[in-house]
């Protein structure tokens, strides 16, 4: 029978599907570093833990008698007529980070079961939906359902799937059409709950929202200082940490510059940086207390690591070439901690697992509750905030606390909510794509705080790296699904997709993704030859995106060799593409060939020279495309965090538009803002993740206070 298109519409809803943990851009939570260890098992996981994790397949979800007598009226309705053949089907679909596997039973006239294989998506996100999807399939006798909130790329998956099995059980093609739906109110009403929705009443000094990058220093600082303290974060467990911490003048920072006197920071120099990226939309008062405060924290955590016996700390002694320095100038800020060798391979020890032994041995009296994501905060009739409603998602429940002193949010940004990235900064979804690493917070703690009167940053950022590719015939965008590029952030020739070279490749990652929205398609192509192993040690980069040891001896984010080995299996699946020609290169990546070998030539000729004559790239990043097996990949933006969140002063406390403080409310990480704009300095490594850490702890100490 010939099958008939049948139009379903599909108003995409909720949030765009987010990531694992920020963790990845140093060493993963269990997958670390360890002293003179090759690395490969820890990235391994931590660059594809996300996508293999696995859940056992989900039971088939029946509906109550009488709904599903509704269903089936309404079926009547929704499936236009439609007719099964009895049996059941099955199709798959590309989610986030795995195949999703529908399966669908059918009688004459409706759906009689629905079962969902998600156990290959981003466990606590994507990967939990299928029984909420197995019940709006069902009920619904469509495909045609709404998201699920916070995984939208991996519901689109589920209902393409299930259109599929429709499509075969009926005869006729089902298709679901995207309806693009402008930025609506994605800020809305506090959400109002009832006295008698609360099933439980806790009393706390401190409330802090979120364990994770800025949750933990704040949670070791107030037990430190005799605190009681209840952390809740809404995820199964706490979140690790961001393991490049950024930091000017640290112990470790110090002994370096005895031996590398150039890698010494001015801190009015990196202030003035710090205004010039962001376009002056900053507030330098806060920018100094990172400037000013970060060693101290630096030093206390390394203290910590070293005093737990488990973990060294080591600094990233490298700012590139400086016989050769290019147009961007890099400090070595960068400091990690890695495992020592002897707990390389015990999973149980982890930086959450030194952190909660900290924090046990300490006078203060701290509780985290997983499981337990923040509703609203309470204040009083002066405005200050005096606790929060929460829910126990496990239980279904609602949670009143009570705080004495404050709550601190360490609550994040929005990188999953697409409604508040459509309204704020719309172009970073065209520089995205999806990838199962990254934040995966919703913006709900920045909601939050705004309810409570607080002030929004006026300009929004973000932080991205071009590290992640797509297929040929794909280009940027949010809903398209990548893979992980680590590669991408070295400076090898890259064209457009007309073939045409178009800006200088080296410099801060953000420049390269700002220039790539200027070309056809927000997508450009990395091109490297087989001299690429060569040509990256003599790049000498900086920060994670480094593939060698530092000049100091401190051992890179990830080896070159664990790299490639990523780079072959992007090759096998279809993404990375390998030729011995040029023109075969182009074809494969579907780009002009004379424009593209145009563009190669003149390229090597400039390399020849020595002198980049069209762009300014320094002369020890010219490294021509002239020995096969040549290499290409279409590259776009991988989208870690949002960077501008809710505004607070140097004491931590948010405030209103007026500059006033709102009286027990503090804040820090990503959920606030008034420290970036425009562009992330990523030359300064680990800036973001040394401001949080220290404004976390400086909130700590200050709450304490009260």
């Not at 490298?318 to 002897?342: C, F, L, Q």
């Not at 080896?559 to 299996?569: G, L, T």
């Not at 004491?651 to 538009?657: G, H, K, L, S, Y």
């Not at 425009?678 to 100490?701: E, H, I, Q, S, W």
């Amino acid at each position: 029978m010939k099958k008939k298109e049948i139009s379903r519409r599909d108003f995409l809803k909720g949030l765009a599907a987010g990531a694992a943990s920020m963790a990845v851009l140093g060493v993963l939570e269990g997958a670390e570093n360890s002293a003179g260890t090759e690395p490969a098992a820890a990235a391994d996981a931590a660059a594809g833990a996300a996508e293999t994790a696995a859940e056992p397949t989900v039971a088939v979800t029946g509906a109550p008698a009488a709904e599903a007598a509704e269903a089936v009226a309404d079926a009547a309705k929704a499936a236009e007529g439609l007719s099964f053949t009895p049996g059941t089907y099955t199709a798959t679909a590309k989610g986030i980070g795995s195949d999703v596997k529908v399966e669908m039973t059918f009688d004459e006239t409706s759906i009689t079961a629905v079962k969902i294989d998600a156990s290959g998506e981003t466990p606590d996100i994507g990967g939990k939906i299928a029984p909420d999807m197995e019940t709006a399939i069902l009920n619904a006798q469509s495909a045609n359902v709404d998201a699920v909130s916070g995984a939208t790329v991996t519901s689109d998956a589920i209902k393409k799937a299930a259109a599929d099995c429709i499509s075969q059980a009926s005869g006729q093609e089902v298709v679901i059409e995207e309806k693009e739906e402008a930025a609506g109110d994605w800020l809305g009403e506090a959400p109002e709950i009832a006295d008698s929705d609360i099933a439980e009443t806790v009393d706390t000094d401190v409330l802090v929202v979120g364990v994770g990058t800025g949750g933990w220093p704040t949670l070791m600082t107030l037990a430190e200082e005799g605190v009681k303290a209840l952390a809740i974060e809404k995820r199964e467990t706490p979140t690790g940490i961001r393991e490049d911490i950024g930091a000017i003048g640290s112990r470790l920072q110090q002994e370096t510059i005895k031996t590398y006197p150039e890698q010494e920071i001015d801190k009015m120099e990196a202030l003035q940086e710090l205004v010039r990226y962001s376009s002056g939309y900053i507030d330098s008062d806060l920018a100094k207390v990172w400037i000013n405060e970060s060693a101290e924290t630096v030093d206390w955590l390394t203290d910590i690591f070293e005093g737990s016996g488990k973990y060294f700390m080591s600094h990233e002694g490298g700012i590139g070439n400086v016989d050769d320095p290019g147009r961007d100038k890099a400090y070595s800020t960068g400091h990690s901690p890695h495992k020592k060798e002897e707990f390389a391979d015990d999973a149980s020890v982890t930086t959450n697992s030194v952190f909660t032994e900290y924090i046990e041995s300490q006078p203060g009296d701290v509780t985290i509750r997983c499981q337990c994501e923040l509703v609203r905060l309470i204040q009083d009739d002066a405005g200050k905030v005096i606790g929060a409603i929460a829910k126990d998602t496990a239980k279904d429940a609602y949670v009143k606390i009570n705080v004495a002193k404050a709550v601190i949010m360490c609550s994040g940004g929005y990188a999953t909510n697409t409604d508040m990235l459509k309204a704020l900064q719309p172009e970073t979804l065209n520089m995205k794509v999806n990838y199962t690493l990254g934040s995966t917070c919703d913006g709900s703690g920045i909601k939050a705080m705004l309810w409570a009167g607080a002030a929004l940053d006026p300009i929004h950022s973000s932080m991205m790296f071009n590290r992640c590719c797509v297929k040929p015939d794909e280009t940027a965008g949010y809903k398209t699904t990548g893979k992980w590029f680590w590669f991408g952030e070295q400076p090898f020739l890259k064209v457009n997709l007309n073939g045409k070279r178009f800006c200088n490749e080296s410099g801060p990652y953000e420049f390269m993704l700002h220039s790539m929205v200027m070309q056809p398609g927000h997508t450009y192509v990395d091109v490297f030859d087989a001299n690429n192993e060569k040509y990256c040690e003599q790049f000498d980069e900086v920060g994670c995106c480094r593939l060698f040891a530092f000049p100091n001896g401190a051992a890179s984010n990830m080896p070159y060799s664990f790299v490639w080995s990523k780079i072959e299996e992007l090759i096998e699946a279809g993404y990375v593409q390998k030729a011995d020609t040029l023109e075969e290169l182009a074809e494969k990546l579907k780009i002009p060939v004379d424009n593209f070998v145009a563009s190669v030539k003149r390229y090597n000729e400039l390399c020849a020279k020595g002198v980049d004559e069209d762009y300014g790239k320094e002369k020890h990043r010219m490294t021509p495309v002239d020995t096969a097996p040549f290499y290409g990949v279409r590259t776009c933006a991988w989208h870690l965090t949002t960077l501008n969140g809710c505004r607070i002063n140097t004491d931590m406390q948010v405030i209103r538009e007026d500059g006033t403080a709102i009286e027990g409310l503090y804040a820090t990480g990503d959920a606030t803002g008034g420290m970036f704009a425009t562009t992330y300095p990523n030359l300064m490594t680990g800036l973001a993740c040394g401001r949080t850490m220290t404004f976390g702890r400086r909130a700590a100490k200050n709450v304490a206070k009260l």
